[in-house]
């Protein structure tokens, strides 16, 4: 019967999407400089906006004015003499008081405000019931805002031209605009302070997996606690992968180290028994605890979770895998059946593999008659199925095959360790390892499982 080993179905969870690692610098530098600039840019574009509203609301205020002084001018005006019988407000009569008002006839007379002294306005001719609105240079460099409207009154047109000095409110709109900046830079100085505050605040929450990584250094935990900020949680689930996979590749050198050490006992026992028969049966036996060491350090030296590695070719490697077995079978008419669904090559460590499809290949070819069948898709995961038309294995003794260094059968060659590098392998990989009869040829079936991205790389 066949090599018993402790390999019972393995579990395992799927490995997170690695988290795109950021460039170098000050995280809180960065944040600063760049919620500063938008937050004075934001301020000035909110100010600059408000001053051009005030001054259009303002200018529309003031043509609103001119307007009702015009209404009040042409009331108080006698179109036959020529003269205004109502009084009008002071400032048309105090001397470059900013506000005026102008008179145009038909016949290009002009009727002016005390309050121009000897200037005047550049008055156009507008037909009754026309407005119009424009900005002049008046008395010293005043910028006046003017509002002139046709008019007709006793017969006679006329163009009636009202004026307001518009620097006071220019002036006005400018205080604005620098209290608006200054109260800008201001508020970008106290919301950048207050920011530093809070990324220090929120930033202290991370010291937990500093602690935790000096705690770990120090072997008092054994793996990070995932209790952190959701942005730093991928950082600490990455971080504790690597943890465990440290962690199993230490186990699996202790593993290596008994598998070995158990394998040598009997080697050395037939040494120490055949030491009198001859150096050839001396060196044969040393020859078989070469390649059992050989093949242990090999095994150590296994990627194993997250490592970087060859990716897994499926055809050739099988191929190749095949090819071999049949040298070393070479006494009996093997025949290894492929059917491999795969892509070209898969993420997954080309050594992990050659070490599982090696062992078990080599256990269904010495077991069987002449044919060995390997079944091999990457459907959802790796799925792996080996059959082979030996004797199979008794149901009652499938407790007996699952116990880690048993063998069946001690007549034919082997020393209990290919079922369990190739669990190690299945645990490893967080995949599944199980046993049954073949329907097809009649012997054993060994079938594995692999999800993708749990190991060696992910798909």
């Known amino acids: 019967m066949r090599n018993a080993e402790d390999v019972a179905p393995l579990q395992g969870?799927?490995?997170?999407?690695?988290?795109?690692?950021?460039?170098?610098?000050?995280l809180e530098r960065s944040l600063q400089w760049t919620l500063g600039l938008l937050v004075v840019s934001l301020f000035v574009a909110v100010t600059g906006t408000a001053v051009w509203i005030s001054r259009e609301a303002a200018q529309q205020f003031v043509a609103s004015r001119l307007s009702h002084d015009a209404d009040a001018i042409v009331a108080g005006l006698a179109p036959e003499s020529r003269q205004i019988t109502r009084p009008l407000p002071p400032v048309f009569s105090q001397p470059?008081?900013?506000?005026?008002?102008?008179?145009?006839?038909?016949?290009?007379?002009?009727?002016?405000?005390?309050?121009?002294?000897?200037?005047?306005?550049?008055?156009?001719?507008?037909?009754?019931?026309?407005?119009?609105?424009?900005?002049?240079?008046?008395?010293?460099?005043?910028?006046?805002?003017?509002?002139?409207?046709?008019?007709?009154k006793g017969g006679q047109p006329f163009t009636v031209a009202v004026a307001e000095d518009l620097n006071p409110i220019l002036r006005a709109l400018r205080r604005l605009l620098w209290t608006g900046l200054l109260?800008?830079?201001?508020?970008?100085?106290?919301?950048?302070?207050?920011?530093?505050?809070l990324l220090r605040r929120g930033f202290r929450r991370i010291d937990t997996v500093r602690a935790d990584i000096q705690r770990l250094a120090a072997g008092e935990i054994p793996r990070l606690t995932e209790e952190v900020p959701a942005e730093v949680k991928p950082l600490v689930r990455e971080l504790n992968q690597l943890i465990d996979g440290w962690q199993q590749h230490i186990e699996r050198s202790r593993n290596t180290l008994g598998n070995l050490a158990h394998a040598l006992k009997a080697p050395i026992g037939l040494i120490l028994q055949e030491?009198?028969?001859?150096?050839?049966?001396?060196?044969?036996?040393?020859?078989?605890?070469?390649?059992?060491?050989?093949?242990?350090?090999?095994?150590?030296?296994?990627?194993?979770?997250?490592?970087?590695?060859?990716?897994?070719?499926?055809?050739?490697?099988?191929?190749?895998?095949?090819?071999?077995?049949?040298?070393?079978?070479?006494?009996?008419?093997?025949?290894?059946?492929?059917?491999?669904?795969?892509?070209?090559?898969?993420?997954?460590?080309?050594?992990?593999?050659?070490?599982?499809?090696g062992n078990l290949l080599d256990n269904a070819a010495k077991w069987a008659a002449r044919r060995v069948h390997l079944r091999l898709r990457d459907q959802t995961?790796?799925?792996?199925?080996?059959?082979?038309?030996?004797?199979?294995?008794?149901?009652?003794?499938?407790?007996?095959?699952?116990?880690?260094?048993?063998?069946?059968?001690?007549?034919?060659?082997?020393?209990?360790?290919?079922?369990?590098?190739?669990?190690?392998?299945?645990?490893?990989?967080?995949?599944?390892?199980?046993?049954?009869?073949?329907?097809?040829l009649g012997g054993l079936m060994v079938t594995v499982a692999l999800p993708f991205g749990t190991a060696s790389g992910t798909a």
């Open 13 to 26: 969870s799927p490995k997170e999407r690695p988290f795109q690692r950021a460039g170098g610098g000050s």
């Open 96 to 152: 470059f008081s900013g506000h005026y008002f102008v008179v145009r006839f038909r016949d290009g007379q002009l009727l002016r405000s005390r309050s121009l002294w000897d200037e005047s306005l550049a008055v156009h001719a507008a037909p009754p019931g026309e407005t119009e609105m424009d900005r002049q240079r008046g008395p010293q460099g005043q910028r006046l805002l003017v509002w002139e409207a046709g008019y007709e």
């Open 183 to 197: 109260l800008s830079l201001l508020a970008g100085v106290l919301l950048l302070l207050v920011q530093r505050w």
């Open 275 to 357: 030491s009198a028969n001859g150096a050839g049966t001396i060196a044969k036996h040393a020859q078989r605890m070469r390649e059992l060491i050989d093949r242990e350090l090999r095994r150590g030296r296994l990627a194993g979770r997250g490592a970087p590695a060859r990716r897994f070719r499926p055809k050739d490697d099988c191929e190749d895998l095949a090819a071999t077995l049949k040298k070393l079978y070479a006494d009996k008419p093997l025949e290894i059946i492929l059917d491999i669904q795969s892509a070209q090559s898969l993420s997954l460590d080309q050594e992990d593999m050659l070490e599982l499809l």
């Open 381 to 440: 995961g790796l799925r792996i199925r080996i059959e082979d038309d030996g004797p199979g294995v008794d149901p009652e003794l499938v407790d007996t095959l699952l116990t880690r260094g048993s063998r069946l059968d001690e007549s034919r060659p082997g020393h209990g360790l290919g079922l369990a590098i190739v669990g190690d392998i299945v645990r490893d990989y967080g995949g599944t390892l199980t046993f049954g009869p073949s329907t097809d």
